[in-house]
């Protein structure tokens, strides 16, 4: 989905996939999976990013599904507390780690 200011410029956008594996939480499989949520800066605060998110709701409820899943990094707190004001709820922190093997 995009998000495009008033030139027809992209400004924003959400990307969405079927998730076919586990997703901790979700109750149904497959489950949307938002994979990537942006929105320029300057436009940012504006309400652009929940019109994005109403959009893949939208979308996700025409299509049949119930869940929406999504993640963020631990790091970012922005991201995290947007998420929960838009109604997501936090069920789990992860750490992943990967080591070469030769």
Known sequence: MLAEAEDARVIGFAEISLRHD????????????????????????????????????????????????SDAELHNSVSIRLHKQLGFREVDRNVTFLKSLK
């Open 22 to 69: 586990h997703v901790d939480g979700a109750s149904i499989c497959p489950v949307p999976y938002l994979e990537g949520w942006f929105v320029e800066a300057a436009f940012r605060g504006q309400g652009v990013g929940c019109s994005l998110i109403a959009a893949v709701e939208k979308w996700a409820l025409e299509k049949g599904y119930t869940e929406l899943a």
